[in-house]
């Protein structure tokens, strides 16, 4: 993984093409112009645990469809995107959604200078977005998300891949693979199987990290889960039975599932 510390991804390279053709949930998004939301997201936002009335901060907004379904549950929503297509997408989104008394609110900021007053928010979601974060602009990000947070608030968190994946697994799956005349599937850098991710994944987290992140910007009650889609794949009986085993039984399954969960409470 990069060894470097800080730094800045630039903006430019989430474009609408980005967020509608790679970005996790596209797919989902297209079909529906936001109305349904992947695995991955509607697991993130199920542990949120939004009930009406509240005030959430989707930091990283991108597409806007987080924002639509926060809303659907009764709460205020909140995104911000330091990207000038997701706020197009985000705003399109909030101006599809009927007239009420809880208008969606979508600005153009940084997560690491959220404009918004100490003690704000009761969840902050941030969603596929610490990955594209420096380590220090990681730890920057989640104190921000602290301060904006009311006491007793929640902050919810999916990232991926695994990086416990991408240094350990994948150089023995992409060694089976090639022996079964699959390289050009595998490539040597895992982060080359999303072409686009070579420039914007720059901090891949496992679920022992981001803990530790979490507990480091002052977050308490803090829990990391690790989780991976259903893999409706066609597969001999070995191959079905060593898939269940690195799946589902520690330490495999540590290094195995690729998808990183976590929430911390104020």
């Known amino acids: 993984m990069d060894k470097q510390s800080s730094g800045v991804v630039p903006s430019v390279l989430y474009d609408e093409r980005y967020f509608l053709h790679v970005c996790e949930g596209y797919q989902e ?12 997201l509607a697991e993130a936002l199920a542990r949120a645990g939004i009930a009406p009335g509240m005030k959430v901060l989707d930091v990283g907004c991108g597409r806007g469809e987080i924002l639509r379904h926060t809303t659907a549950l009764g709460a205020w929503a909140f995104g911000i995107d330091y990207a000038a297509a997701a706020v197009r997408l985000s705003r ?37 977005i610490v990955e594209h974060l420096y380590p220090q602009e990681l730890d920057t990000a989640l104190r921000e998300a602290y301060r904006v947070l009311k006491p007793g608030g929640r902050i919810i968190i999916h990232t991926a891949p695994n990086v416990w994946y991408d240094r350990y697994a994948y150089p023995i799956v ?15 850098d895992p982060r080359a199987i999303i072409p686009e991710n070579l420039h914007v994944h720059v901090n891949e987290q496992s679920a022992l990290s981001l803990w530790r992140n979490l507990r480091r910007a002052g977050f308490r009650e803090v829990r990391s889960w690790l989780s991976t889609p259903p893999q409706h794949r066609s597969e001999n009986p ?4 060593a898939r269940w085993l690195l799946f589902n039984v520690p ?16």
């Open 92 to 128: 399109g989104i909030a101006q599809q959604e009927p007239e009420h008394d809880r208008p969606i609110g979508v600005y153009q900021a940084s997560a690491l200078f959220l404009p918004f007053e100490d003690r704000l928010f009761d969840r902050v979601l941030m969603l596929d």
């Open 29 to 40: 998004f297209l079909s529906g112009e936001g109305e349904y939301l992947s695995q991955r």
């Open 251 to 266: 330490p495999w399954r540590w290094f195995f599932e690729r998808e990183v969960f976590a929430v911390g409470e104020k």
């Open 174 to 188: 992409r060694a089976i693979r090639c022996a079964m005349g699959q390289c050009a599937a595998y490539p040597k």
């Open 238 to 241: 070995l191959f079905r039975a």
